[in-house]
Antibody
Framework: QVQLQESGPGLVKPSQTLSLTCSVS??????????WSWIRQLPGKGLEWIVY???????HYNPTLKSRVSTSVDTSKNQFSLKVTSVTAADTAMYYC??????????WGQGTLVIVSS | QSALTQPASVSGSPGQSITISCTGT?????????VSWYQQHPGKAPKLMIF???KRPSGTSNRFSGSKSGNTASLTIAGLQAEDEADYHC??????????FGTGTKVTVL
């Protein structure tokens, strides 16, 4: 069964770039059936969808974050990545990666907490 | 894009039924059957409970059911159990080819 695992620094300084990677195991990121997504959850808040991408590189962004977000897919490593530039304290959140299967998010990674602080 | 609207909290006694609403617009919930629901226990990742408005993944108890009327989707939990105490989030595909989540609902078992 497919499993996802986020990795990256847990602490990022304000104005710097947040970089996270999601490693996929038990299935291929090159599958034509799925999209791959990043979602975040601000402390004590609901979920916020950030972006989804296809293995070909096709990407669709949340309009509110589009100007600061970029992504990449490494099919050789079965990984996909997220970068958020010019971070502020408002970007402090739990970041999740997830697979999108015909419109629903499943499975999810366990999440990684990113704190933006000097 | 605006988050879908959910009640902040819903509570019920063991054995009772509760319903959580998820209100959007004709551009998301009302326009597509790509509505899904997720259960999240404290400190854990969200878990898919309902997809395509009404469908349950294998392993999800049949005490959980979903429905939709107009721009509002609903999740009903029948025979409430202590283990159902968690946060619940809805999600919908949108006409902009994006996804939007709800504001989240905390379910308390009294």
């Amino acid at each position: 069964q497919v499993q996802l695992q986020e990795s990256g620094p847990g602490l990022v300084k304000p104005s710097q770039t947040l970089s996270l990677t999601c490693s996929v195991s038990g299935g291929s990121i090159r599958s034509d059936s799925y999209y791959w997504s990043w979602i975040r959850q601000l402390p004590g808040k609901g979920l916020e969808w950030i972006v989804y991408m296809y293995h070909s590189g096709y990407t669709h962004y949340n309009p509110t974050l589009k100007s600061r977000v970029s992504t990449s897919v490494d099919t050789s490593k079965n990984q996909f990545s997220l970068k958020v530039t010019s971070v502020t304290a408002a970007d402090t959140a739990m970041y999740y990666c997830a697979r999108i299967d015909r419109g629903w998010f499943d499975p999810w990674g366990q999440g990684t907490l990113v704190i933006v602080s000097s | 894009q605006s988050a879908l609207t959910q009640p902040a909290s819903v509570s019920g006694s063991p054995g009772q039924s509760i319903t959580i609403s998820c209100t959007g617009t004709s551009s998301d919930v009302g326009g597509y059957n790509s509505v899904s629901w997720y259960q999240q226990h404290p400190g854990k990742a969200p878990k898919l409970m309902i997809f395509d408005v009404t469908k349950r993944p294998s392993g999800t108890s049949n005490r959980f059911s979903g429905s939709k009327s107009g721009n509002t989707a609903s999740l009903t939990i029948a025979g409430l159990q202590a283990e159902d105490e968690a946060d619940y989030h809805c999600s919908s595909y949108t006409s902009s080819s994006t996804y939007v989540f709800g504001t989240g609902t905390k379910v308390t078992v009294l």
